[in-house]
Antibody, heavy 121, light 113 residues
């Protein structure tokens, strides 16, 4: 059974840092692209960051570029998101999501349960 | 920024059929890129409902169906049930975006009357 379990969320002051983790199991982690997707309270889904299966290709949404860093450790079946210079607008539930290639594009076939990040003084 | 537009809400009585539209443009759905749908039950993570416009993952009831035409896609729920009350999101690829080009719809809340 595929499982994605996020951790590391919490309350942080504006300008602070937080590191999220996502532990994967039930599939060959090193074969899949992974993503972070967030959802602000009462709002829709927003893609945050992408990392290729090997970690060699990385993308960020403009809203987090220069502040967030995605990484993975295939030996530990883990995905990470280092978040620096946090702002109030980064407050959201952060999901890790596995991407599966389709004929034209990707879809997210498995999601973690999410971890809440609250940026507030 | 969402470039796929969905109605904020739709509702129906148990047993009825409801449809949710997902309207895009020539750089995403209209360019032939496929549409995928997710269901988010209250307080839970999104779950893949439809992939590749009309394909259901194992375990998804056949009362859920998807279609695509032109610059729009639709999700239909036939025989609406109380447990279908949730938020629904479409997702596609947009060639005008940098990176992997993921784009989500604005989301639709389905209410079972």
């Amino acid at each position: 059974e595929v499982q994605l379990v996020e951790s590391g969320g919490g309350l942080v002051q504006p300008g602070g840092s937080l590191r999220l983790s996502c532990a994967a199991s039930g599939f060959t982690f090193s074969s899949y692209e992974m993503n972070w997707v967030r959802q602000a309270p009462g709002k829709g889904l927003e893609w945050v960051s992408y990392i290729s299966s090997s970690g060699s290709t990385i993308y960020y949404a403009d809203s987090v570029k220069g502040r967030f860093t995605i990484s993975r450790d295939n030996a530990k079946n883990s995905l990470y998101l280092q978040m620096n210079s946090l702002r109030a607008e980064d407050t959201a539930v952060y999901y890790c999501a596995r991407a599966t290639s389709w004929a034209r594009g990707y879809y997210f076939d498995y999601w973690g349960q999410g971890t809440l990040v609250t940026v507030s003084s | 920024q969402s470039v796929l537009t969905q109605p904020p809400s739709v509702s129906g009585a148990p047993g009825q059929r409801v449809t949710i539209s997902c309207t895009g443009s020539s750089s995403n759905i209209g360019a032939g890129y496929d549409v995928h749908w997710y269901q988010q039950l209250p307080g839970t993570a999104p779950k893949l409902l439809i992939y590749g416009n009309s394909n259901r993952p194992s375990g998804v009831p056949d009362r859920f169906s998807g279609s695509k035409s032109g610059t729009s896609a639709s999700l239909a729920i036939t025989g609406l049930q109380a447990e279908d009350e949730a938020d629904y999101y479409c997702q596609s690829y947009d060639s005008s975006l940098s990176g992997p080009g993921y784009v989500f719809g604005t989301g639709t809340k389905v209410t079972v009357l």
